[in-house]
């Protein structure tokens, strides 16, 4: 059993056995028997009374869901009288409450296939901005242990509040509306969730293309172009949406394929791609870009030489002749950008 997991279905039964007292305060005394449970009798009872009729992905949410919580029944009558507002809540806790306990369990037959698959689908989405990191990253591990490494396990965590309003954010909501439904399999609804949710646009771009990376190199070259203006009129400045990729890296280090997406993005916009960067008219700071990462990969590789002889001595002379060639190759470029910034001027 999984203890992250529990503590998460534990802590959210409590909450909709308060909620319902407070909702319902006729069904007070049936619900503090609820409460008064043991943890592993409430997961018992959950399994056999809510988990095969409320609790199950198959169950129409705008029919009434008969036993919520051990001993507690919310009737047709009841149902009918709730307010919308009620009724979405009651089915968001069965619905945490029911993932929760099927995660922690592994699964089982009953909730196998495409139907539980769709269901976890839609209730990923629909918890992601309610819930704190550590509890998603809870659902998003046992999914990916669950269904391998694809599909559930490639969820995105919250984006924290500093990157939800950075550039690179607006930038893949912009991308998504730029690529070809056709070419990437989206469709409506799909599009309408990224404008809502900015982790989604990243989901979308990354599940389509962790499998053929090419369709994003050609797609990021494509929308590169139209990019052009933006960079000119200062809306977006290439090395702020480079920096932000690198951010992204570090903040989600966990997952491989989003880490990877955002190396490609890092990689277009600090132009380290000539093609790319002759596409949005920025040649000259791609070859900085180049001179840049010989240095960094020159610095690395003598600081492993260092490291290996157990020496902190300066480099011999051939070394820094090569470093002072490439030094000298990065002035030379940033002369030669001053000069073209100044033609005609008097």
């Known amino acids: 059993m999984s203890a992250p997991l529990e503590a998460i279905f534990q802590t959210k039964y409590e909450e909709f056995a308060t909620a319902l007292s407070e909702t319902f305060p006729e069904m007070a005394e049936v619900i503090k028997v609820s409460i008064s449970m043991a943890p592993k009798d409430r997961l018992d009872m959950f399994k056999t009374l809510v988990l095969p009729g409320a609790g199950s992905p198959k169950r129409d949410p705008a029919i009434f869901p008969g036993m919520v919580l051990p001993g507690v029944y919310i009737s047709e009558a009841v149902w009918a009288a709730s307010s919308d507002g009620t009724k979405k809540a009651i ?3 069965i619905s945490v409450l029911s993932f929760t306990f099927v995660m ?11 139907a539980f698959k769709a269901w976890a689908d839609k209730f ?12 998603f990253d ?3 591990k046992r999914l990916g242990e669950l269904f391998g490494s694809g599909g559930m396990g490639d969820k995105l965590p919250p984006f924290p509040e500093r990157l939800r309003k950075g550039k690179l954010v607006k930038l893949a909501e912009e991308i998504v509306r730029e690529l070809k439904p056709e070419e990437f399999g989206l469709d409506a609804e799909t599009i309408r969730q990224c404008e ?5 646009a990243f989901e979308v771009i990354m599940n389509s293309t962790v499998r053929h990376p090419e369709r994003l190199q050609t797609a990021m070259k494509r929308i590169v172009k139209r990019l052009q203006d933006k ?11 480079a920096a932000e990729a690198e951010e992204m890296m570090k903040e989600f280090s966990e997952n491989p394929a989003f880490v990877g997406m955002m190396e490609q993005m890092r990689k277009a916009f600090s132009f380290e791609d000539m093609d790319a960067a002759k596409a949005a008219g920025q040649e000259q700071t791609a070859r900085m870009a180049i001179v840049k990462e010989r240095l960094r990969r020159k610095q690395a590789q003598n600081e492993a030489a260092r490291a290996a002889s157990g020496t902190t001595t300066t480099p011999a002379a051939p070394t820094n002749t090569v470093v002072k060639e490439e030094s000298d ?10 000069k073209t910034k100044g033609k005609g001027k008097k």
Request: proline fraction near 4%.
């Open 231 to 241: 960079f000119q009129k200062g809306e977006f400045r290439p090395q702020d949406l």
């Open 196 to 200: 809502e949710d900015p982790s989604k």
């Open 138 to 140: 809870s659902f998003a």
């Open 104 to 114: 922690k369990e592994g699964g089982s037959d009953d909730f196998g296939g495409e």
């Open 329 to 338: 190759d990065f002035a030379s470029i940033a002369v030669n950008r001053t």
């Open 91 to 93: 089915n968001q806790f």
């Open 124 to 135: 990923m989405d629909q918890w992601r901005s309610k819930m704190d990191r550590t509890d």
